[in-house]
């Protein structure tokens, strides 16, 4: 276990409530513009229900907002708290009191930057928090594997941050058990047993996960080995080179001393003697061997078995006096080779509990974990990009079972999570929602709605640096959409087209390529009218573009929403000690960036 250090301060429920209060009045208002889909964006003339202003002046407004907040970072509350007490913040007027339209889009920018999860002073930075963790203990560091060979830049960025963060947490318990819900590929499972030696459950539900991610440690730790042998080799090479260095030395010693017993002449007595133009080996060779095992990070205690299980053999090609005197370096050479073997014996049998295990379940919030894990103890509980209800249910599982005693949850696809108000007439069994899960929402009956969660998922960061929307494709299917309802009768089509707008070379391919998909005669739309369909709302597109920057800004106001209540949740448990948000990855390389961490208290 670490060394006793206190965790950063984090808000309490009622502040936490206080910011809730405030946010739920702002997206109040501007819900309807997330929750509007672009593929009814002109069969229901959305712009002219909601935005009482040009795509071009919107377009332009938030086109400077993104260039000032890109080149003013730190500017973290651009607007006037008018009672902080109450999480009400004085803004401008943003919609119109009798149209709802949008009447202002500078205020409505100003407040969407406001209330995200940045500015609102909700976030734990996740250096203070691994300061923290570690405590006095030295800053484990591991061998700088190159990850984006078996896996891709971003899935590499995400799961070292994420294991390094985990690997803290792990030590401060002194807790070796990992379980990785949802855990797809295996790629963090079979790094944090590999890198860090955790003993890792990785559990998904798709039985092909499980058998790909079987294959795919398998091959690792194959990189893994042939990566730790070359390693070795090095350590090896060193150790052989001082050893002949040393051998050398003693002929020219002996030489030396033979000749000037046989000549003692003043001529043989200025030569130069050898320890004066070779080093001194008994001092030499330990600082370069410790020289060379530093840069290759074996002093790592968890990883020394990992990476160098034969370091040790290192001494055997040594003489004794070479080293500096221990216990074990008195040993006869013979006897020291046993010793080796019953400490390679000891740490094969150390390795044995460094595993990973890719198991398949499928988890909700009742799950009994013993049912699934037959050897569970004190264990953490992770998830890195669990999908929809099963991020939630990660943090319901800890609350519920003592032998987890710290969470850490990365979620995402929020439009998959299910909502208890979403459908408020319609009978359900269904007890435990996604969303909401803490008291303070479920007594306001909040909700999103899925189109809405659908655009949390929107890339704000991304959008800001250039990578911009699927203006023309959004485009496309919105105009199909009109063409279907006028042509086909159809007002309502749960069908879904697909990835059809890449595989098609001009809108005309695109509509009959769709009708086809959707099973609806072509033949009877001549390509006079497909194209003057396309004609029609071509100047219209920026209404389209503009809309849907409007959804982007607005989109990390609806994920702080979300992760706020999982975080009161937390923080409305008794044995909850310390819970908070922790921007874990650059947002740009993995916008989903926001780990929900909780931990028990230790005993």
């Known amino acids: 276990m670490a060394a006793s250090c206190s965790l950063p301060v984090t808000p309490d429920l009622s502040t936490l409530h206080v910011k809730l209060q ?10 309807p513009i997330s929750n509007a889909h672009t593929v009814d ?6 712009w002219e229900k909601l935005v009482d202003l040009s795509p071009e002046t919107v377009l332009e407004v938030l086109k400077r907002s993104m260039e000032e907040a890109e080149a003013r970072p730190s500017d973290a509350r651009p607007l006037v708290e008018a009672g902080k ?59 700088n594997v190159k990850l984006d060979e078996f896996m891709n830049l971003k899935k590499s960025h995400e799961v070292q941050a994420m294991s390094e963060l985990i690997c803290s947490i792990a030590d401060y318990y002194g807790i070796k058990q990992i379980i990785d819900l949802g855990s797809g590929k295996g790629y963090l499972s079979s790094y944090l047993s590999l890198k860090y030696g955790l003993k890792v459950y990785g559990i998904d539900s798709s039985n092909t996960n499980t058998h790909g991610a079987q294959e795919r440690n398998r091959k690792l730790k194959k990189h893994w080995s042939v990566y730790h042998t070359r390693s070795k080799l090095d350590v090896n090479e060193l150790a052989l080179k001082m050893a002949k260095e040393k051998k050398m030395k003693d002929q020219i010693k002996n030489k030396g001393h033979i000749e000037g017993v046989c000549n003692n002449s003043p001529a043989n007595q200025d030569m130069m003697s050898a320890s004066e133009f070779l080093p001194d080996f008994s001092s030499s060779v330990v600082s370069h061997i410790r020289k ?43 006897k020291m080779s046993e010793a080796n073997k019953e400490r390679r014996k000891k740490t094969s049998k150390s390795n044995e509990t460094c595993v990973y295990s890719p198991l398949t379940s499928f988890i909700t919030a009742d799950s009994e974990l013993r049912d699934i894990i037959k050897d569970l103890e004190d264990c953490l509980m992770v998830g890195l990009h669990t999908c929809g209800d099963l991020a939630p249910n990660t943090l319901r599982i800890f609350s519920s079972n003592s032998e987890i005693k710290g969470v850490c949850s990365v979620g995402c696809c929020y439009h998959l999570l299910s909502e208890e108000f979403e459908n408020a007439h319609k009978e359900c069994t269904q007890e435990k929602w996604g969303f909401p899960m803490c008291h303070y929402l479920k007594e306001e009956k909040w909700c999103c709605g899925r189109n809405a969660r659908m655009s949390a998922c929107l890339a704000l960061e991304r959008v800001a640096v250039g990578q911009g929307l699927p203006t023309e494709s959004l485009f496309y299917r919105a105009v199909l959409q009109d063409i279907i309802k006028d042509c086909y009768g159809i007002t309502k089509c749960d069908q879904h087209v697909g990835k059809i707008y ?18 609806l005669d072509e033949s009877k739309l001549p390509e006079k009218i497909i194209m003057d369909y396309y004609e029609k709302y071509k100047p219209r597109m920026n209404e389209l573009e503009a809309f849907n920057m409007l959804k982007v800004v607005l989109a990390p106001c609806i994920e702080t929403l979300i992760l706020l209540d999982r975080l009161c949740y937390l923080k409305e448990q008794e044995d909850t000690a310390w819970s908070a948000l922790v921007k874990l990855f650059d947002p740009v390389k993995s916008p989903r960036c926001y780990a929900v961490i909780a931990l028990k208290q230790q005993h």
């Open 85 to 143: 007490e109450s999480g009400i913040t004085d803004f401008p007027k943003i919609f119109c009191e009798t149209s709802q339209k949008l009447v202002s889009v500078e205020a409505f920018a100003l407040a969407a930057k406001y209330y995200s999860i940045q500015n609102l002073g909700i976030c734990i930075p996740f250096e203070q928090l691994f300061i923290a963790l570690q405590g006095n203990q030295k800053q484990k560091t591991g061998e």
């Open 292 to 334: 060379q095992m530093e840069n290759l990070h074996v002093y790592s205690h968890r990883e020394e078995n990992l990476c160098f299980e034969n370091a040790f053999s290192l001494i055997d090609l040594l003489p004794i006096h070479a080293i500096e005197p221990t216990s074990s370096s008195q040993i006869p050479k013979r």
């Open 41 to 46: 964006f002109y069969t229901e003339s959305v």
């Open 502 to 519: 890449s595989k098609s070379s001009s809108f005309l391919d695109y509509v009959r390529k769709s009708l086809r998909k959707l099973g």
């Open 22 to 31: 405030g946010l739920l009045q702002f997206l109040g208002e501007a819900l």
